[in-house]
């Protein structure tokens, strides 16, 4: 069974950047996708990016395309989420979600462990 753990979450301005990251224990972790979602209060949970177990082929929401960026470092067991230019609407508690499959997908539904989550808020 795959564990995560994220940390990275903090208060930052507008415009401003933070790097999430989320450790995964496990042997396996080389094998599976992974994906970051977001939660803002009284909104549902939505997808923010994924990539595959190689990490070559990730996928991006239309609102963070061009200002984050998803990676993994697959000798670390480790993904991360870089944000740039960020906005106050990207204020949520962010999770991390491994899939058992090697393709990455936008479905939360498809994604079988999940993490802890991290806050992030952005001041205007």
């Known amino acids: 069974q795959v564990q995560l753990v994220e940390s990275g979450g903090g208060l930052v301005q507008a415009g401003g950047s933070l790097r999430l990251s989320c450790a995964a224990s496990?042997?396996?972790?080389?094998?599976?996708?992974m994906g970051w979602f977001r939660q803002a209060p009284g909104k549902e949970r939505e997808f923010v990016a994924a990539?595959?177990?190689?990490?070559?082929?990730?996928k991006y929401a239309d609102s963070v395309k061009g200002r984050f960026t998803i990676s993994r470092d697959n000798a670390k067991n480790t993904v991360y989420l870089q944000m740039n230019s960020l906005k106050p609407e990207d204020t949520a508690v962010y999770y991390c979600?491994?899939?058992?499959?090697?393709?990455?997908?936008?479905?939360?539904?498809?994604?079988?462990?999940w993490g802890q989550g991290t806050q992030v808020t952005v001041s205007s």
């Open positions: 979600a491994v899939r058992r499959y090697s393709d990455s997908s936008r479905y939360s539904s498809t994604y079988d462990t």
């Open positions: 496990g042997r396996t972790f080389n094998n599976y996708a």
């Open positions: 990539i595959n177990s190689g990490g070559g082929n990730t």
